[in-house]
């Protein structure tokens, strides 16, 4: 059975126009509320967790929701229509602000934030949902590596028009119009895209009699009666519960980094955003490289070794950015290109090891603690690092990473399943998964 290259990327633009969003997200917002708003960091770093906050609850609701419609696009085309209203009444306010107080600037700004955060979490599931509803359970790995391929160009781009768009604005403040006006356009060309090119209906009417026709044996040692209902072997949950340890230790420490290092790097650095914006370039680039020879490392050594490398490799990088990211260095690439190496191999093989103790017809429901996990750490770790910036310094936020990568080497080293070694991938999309789902 093949997997439909075309359908699958033409689906996956929906998964591009959102990575392309919390890009410039990550990207801009912190420096908005620094530089316009005036925020602290502490209070900055609640303001950017309210998205995993939000996401915890909708994602899940929206998912189950579209499963009862039993249509993905609706929800994909209302939620970018509206996102994209939102999303651009952001630059304006921050270009206009002084035309009222201080305080009720803040408030109309954080209140149009708020609800652009709603709209992003009203289909992002169901979006995501879109590629296994149209696409063949044995092939849905290297679906969801195509996926990932036009996520990972979406959030390349916004770095690439960071880069050609920000300009001067009268007040001395950067104008951020027109890059997101570009951002605006992708998520709009992406989204009707969808709409045109994939015919939901009739693919999924398609793909019923090839799904539904999976044998539903599972393994039965992946499971124990315990009052008339199936529960994990205390052994395989003790592993369960050891990956879910170093996903949210991962995110922890990784996430601080990526949602801070803008306003770290414009603060310590006289070059600001250009550099910015190159450094997370870089990483982004070396990730998408580095999923083919991942795939193959961990077909040849295992999930386990392959994520504890990764987390070596990051911890390295956040030891020599503590030391030596204080100013600007060329050095800094090189730093961001293993960070893009680290975070594709944690990233690329934590899923796999989770689906791997799941049984037949309960996958979704350990992607959800997957996603429970790292959320929740994106929800905490904004704030605890945002503090720790604005009472102590600058300095704890790498540092404050490291500490937490150090941390997630100890559960992964100790767990005992999920680690299947899967033979050579097929072909290069197949490895972008590391593993067959």
């Known amino acids: 059975m093949k997997l439909n290259y075309k359908r699958t990327f033409l689906v996956g633009f929906a998964f591009l126009s959102i990575s392309a969003f919390w890009q410039l997200y990550d990207t801009i917002i912190p420096l908005i509320l620094r530089d316009t708003y005036h925020m602290g960091d502490g209070p900055a770093g609640i303001i950017m967790s309210l998205d995993n906050i939000v996401a915890l609850f909708l994602l899940p609701l929206f998912g189950a929701l579209s499963d009862k419609v039993g249509r993905r696009i609706p929800f994909i085309l209302a939620g970018t229509f509206t996102a994209v209203v939102l999303f651009m009444l952001l630059p304006i306010l921050d270009n206009t602000y002084g035309i009222w107080t201080p305080a009720i600037s803040l408030t109309v700004f954080v209140v149009v934030l708020g609800l652009l955060l709603l709209t992003m979490g009203s289909y992002r599931s169901p979006a995501v949902a879109l590629m296994p509803d149209v696409t063949p359970k044995p092939v849905r790995s290297k679906g969801n590596a195509v996926i990932n391929l036009m996520g990972a160009v979406g959030g390349a781009f916004s770095l690439v028009v960071m880069k050609m768009l920000v300009f001067d604005g009268p007040s001395g403040r950067s104008n951020y119009l027109y890059l997101f006006l570009a951002v605006a356009a992708l998520m709009l060309l992406a989204a009707l895209t969808v709409f045109f090119f994939v015919p939901e209906r009739k693919l999924v009417q398609q793909m019923k009699d090839i799904n539904y026709g999976v044998s539903e044996q599972e393994d039965q040692s992946k499971s124990i009666e315990v009052n008339g209902k199936k529960k994990l072997p205390p052994e395989v949950l003790r592993s369960l519960i050891l990956i879910l340890a170093t996903i949210t230790l991962w995110f922890l420490g990784y996430n601080a980094v990526t949602t801070a290092f803008s306003k770290y790097a414009t603060k310590m650095w006289a070059a600001g955003l250009n550099n910015v914006s190159t450094c997370l370039l870089v990483a982004t680039g070396v990730a998408i490289l580095s999923y083919l020879p ?31 990211a204080s100013t600007f260095s060329p050095l800094l690439y090189v730093m961001f290109a293993a960070i893009g190496f680290a ?31 790292s959320m929740a750490a994106q929800v905490v770790t904004p704030i605890v690092s945002g503090y720790l910036l604005q009472y102590v310094g600058y300095g704890t936020l790498f540092p404050y990473a490291a500490v937490f990568i150090a941390l997630a080497i100890i559960p992964i080293s100790l767990a005992k399943h999920g680690d299947s070694k899967p033979g050579k991938p097929e072909s290069k999309l197949e490895a972008l998964q590391g593993a067959d789902d």
């Open 294 to 324: 991942i795939g193959f490392l961990a077909s040849r050594i295992g999930r386990k070794k392959t994520i504890i490398i990764g987390l070596i490799v990051a911890l390295a990088c956040f030891i020599f950015g503590a030391v030596r």
């Open 343 to 373: 975070q594709a191999a944690v990233t690329v093989n934590t899923f796999p090891m989770v689906w791997e103790i799941s049984r037949f017809g309960n996958v979704g429901k350990y992607t959800g603690f997957y996603y429970t996990c």
